[in-house]
C-alpha cells in the first residue's frame, strides 16, 4: 500500500441500488437505471474506485417489461453470470426476472419473470443454503399497499432461471427503525453463519429516512436474529439516507460494501450515488462501518490505487463510431442517434417512428448524469436545421418535467420550462450570426438555472434570468444533462460535442 486516499462517492452520480462482484481481479458492477435506457450499466474497475462504463445488461428494454429498471444484482454461479433484476410487466405487478451470461461483460440472454406477486416482488438476490441448494431471495413489495414486506426464500432451478418448491419467510419490518419496509437483502457466509445486510425505511427522495441493518442465521432458512446495534449504517453530516449495496471480497479478504447515499448539498437533483466503506468485523461475530459514525467522507484506497475521478468532468466530441457508453435516454422512447464521423465526428439526433410525428421538444433525447450540483454545460451545433426543427440543450428529470434552451430555425434562441406536463417559454432572443450555434446552461445548487447563446463561443448572450428547476428530480432518479430535439420531420438536430464542468 502506498497511503493512497479515495474520496466517497466512489462513483459519482445516479447509480443506486448498486450490485459488485470480483472475478480474479477484475471487479465488475452495475446499479439501477429505473426509466432510463440501456437497461442497467456494467462498469469495471481493477481496484474499487476507478470505474469504467463498458456495456450494459440490455440495449433494449426486454419485451415483456414496460419500465421499473431496479436493483440488478449481479453474480456469478459455476462458472455462469447472472442479473437477477426488478422490472414492471406489461399491465401487471412489479417482477423479479434474470438474465444470463457467459461472462460478466455479457452479452445477456433475458429469460422473463421469475415471480410476480400481486404487491409487486422485487430486490432479488441468489445463494446457495449450507447444502449447497440454489435460492432465491426477494422482497414482498407490500408497502405499496401499506402491509407488511417479508423477505422470501424459495428454491431455484439448477440453471437459476426458475423458482421451484415453496417459499418460505425469513423476516419482515418488524423493529422500530425499518418503518414501513425493509428490502434490498445481501446474503453472504462468514464463520458458520449466514449474514443478512438489509435496508429499511424510505429509500428516497428530500424526506428519506434510509439505513442499513444486519441479521444472521446458522441457516439460510433460519431462524434470523436481527443485530441488537441496527442500524449499522446511517446518514451523518457528509452523506444522507445510506443503503441498499453488496458487499464484495477483495484478493487479500477484506470486504468492502458498496452502496448508495445522497450527498447533502447536491442531494436529489444528483440522485443516489454510490459510496464504497469497508466492513470490519467484531469479536461478538458482528459488522460494523466506521465504527457506527455513518458514511466514510475520505478512506484508504483498497489497493492503494489513488482515486481519479475522472467522472467529474465530462467531454464527448462524438469522434467513435457510435455513442459511447454512458450516455442515456428515456427507456420508453428510444431515439435514433448516429455519428457521423466524415466532419471529425458530429451526433445526429432524430426521434424514432413513433416519436416522430409529435412536435414535443423533447421527441429525441440523450443524456448524461450529473455528479455535482452545480456545473456548466456547453454545446455546439452547426446552423443546418430544418424549417420545423428545435434543437437544444436541457436539464431532464423525465418528460414531464425538464427546462432548457433550444434553437430554431427562424434564429431565435428559446428558454423554455416544463412541469407536470405543462410547457412554457421563458424567454427568447435572436441568436447571433455565425456558422455555429452555441449553447451554455449553468446549474446552481441543482436547482437555479441560466442559459445564454453564442456565435463564436467567447461572446454570450444571456436568454431571460433564474430559472427554477426545484420540480426536476422524479422520486427516484436524478436529473440528467440532455441534448434534445423536437418530433418534427426532416433533418435531425446535429450536435459537434458536449461539454460538462463542475463549478467545484
Known sequence: MNGAIYT????????PDPSVIRVGRDYWATATTSE???EFPILHSRD???WRIVGAVFRQRPAWSVGNYWAPEISQDRGRYFVYYTARKKDGPLCVAVATAAKPSGPYTDHGP?????AGSIDAFPIRDEKGKLYLVWKEDGNSRKLPTPIWAQPLSSDGTKLIGDKKELIRNDAPWEAQLVEGPFIMQRGGWFYMFYSGNACCGRECNYALGVARSRALLGPWEKNGADPILKGNDQWKCPGHGSIVSDVSGRDFLLYHAYHPEDSVYVGRQALLDEVEWGKDGWPTINEGRGPRGRAPAPLGIPERNAEYTFFDDFAGPRLSEGW???QANQPR????RARGGRLILEPNLQSNARRDVLAAVVARSTTVGDYTATTRMPNEMSTEAFAGLAAYGDSENALGVGVNAGGEAVVWRREKNEHNEVAKIDKPRGSFTYLRMRATDGRRYRFAVSGDGRNWKEVGGDVNG????????GVRVALTR???EGAGAVFDWLRITPAR
Not at 442517434?337 to 457521423?340: D, E, G, T, V
Open 8 to 15: 466517497n462517492p466512489a462513483l459519482a452520480g445516479d447509480y
Open 36 to 38: 432510463w435506457g440501456p
Open 48 to 50: 474499487l474506485v476507478n
Open 114 to 118: 421469475l415471480t410476480c406477486q400481486e
Open 328 to 330: 442515456q435516454w428515456p
Open 337 to 340: 442517434a448516429r455519428i457521423n
Open 470 to 477: 426545484e420540480h426536476l428530480p422524479p422520486w427516484d432518479r
Open 486 to 488: 423536437n418530433g418534427a
